[in-house]
């Protein structure tokens, strides 16, 4: 066997049947017949000279040598399709294809946007909104904001803030219900947070407050709590970044001056596999910026 790369059709065919453990199934995604994918990972087999798969009466299992191909083509097949789509894009225009929360699009990103695109006027930003986890491999991302604690081990995690919690309402509900410790809650609404079901029993119990958290109205995303809290419907627990401006407005109240850290923080991510592009490299440093500003206006 010579040291050139083994032929392509056959190592495509290979991937699939490996990754589906299933001649037929891969045959369905190939559009080709299973006589065909047969004899693809035969041409395989013999130019390697081992086997690959052992055949089985329900299917087909990889072979240690099968599953040390495998994963050396999969690593080589992502790198690939990575790389295709950063020449793709270069070859366009400077596309920065983002994923983040609605809450912290609308509350933090979406206002300072119109910055960044007059610093980088040749970069557009293609922003995305999930709660779901991000799947570098299947969604045409370079980046993910992400909230945790950085345990993502085939991610690069650059932190942006840390989630410091505080209680806000509106004015007008302040002035009705004079809210004036914690322990006072017990007589008001709570506005939660599906996406951050913890976030009051936390704060609760960092303050020292018996108030069961558990009671009030729940919303899909923080952004519609703080909308709810905006239109006097009760007292939402916030990140204290999201709504900073709009407690310097007088928008929103701190009933309490008593904030606490969850331990979390939100975090730019992609995948370690990746270099950054250079728009992502601009778009970190742009934030890091956004950030320190926002730290000096604070102190």
Partial sequence: ????????????????????????????????????????????????????????????????????????????????????????????????????????????????????HEAFPRIEVRLSSSTAPVDFETQNLDAAIRAGKANWPDLHSEKLVDVELIPICSPAFQ????????????????????????????????????????????????????????????VAIATKVFVKRHLQAGSFVAPFDMTCYSGEGYYLTWPKSIAPSLPLQKFLSWMREQIDKDEVSSS
């Fill in 1 to 116: 066997m010579s040291n050139s790369i083994p032929p392509l059709n056959p190592l495509r065919t290979f991937e699939a049947a490996a990754r589906l453990s299933s001649l037929t199934q891969a045959a369905e995604e190939l559009n080709v017949s299973q006589v065909a994918v047969s004899r693809q990972v035969k041409v395989l087999e013999e130019y390697l000279g081992v086997v690959l798969f052992k055949r089985l009466h329900r299917g087909i299992e990889l072979t240690d040598e099968g599953r040390q191909l495998y994963e050396g083509v999969t690593r080589a097949f992502v790198e690939i399709g990575n790389a295709a789509r950063r020449v793709s894009r270069r070859g366009r225009r400077d596309i920065l294809a983002i994923q983040s929360y609605t809450t912290f699009s609308q509350r933090w990103l979406i206002p300072r946007l119109t910055q960044f």
């Fill in 175 to 234: 002035e009705a219900h004079k809210l004036r410790c914690p322990d006072d809650l017990s007589r008001v609404r709570l506005l939660h947070s599906m996406a951050r079901p913890t976030d009051w029993a936390a704060w609760l119990k960092r303050v020292g407050s018996t108030v069961d958290p558990s009671p009030g109205i729940r919303f899909e995303s923080s952004a519609l709590a703080y909308e709810a809290a905006s239109l006097d419907i009760g």
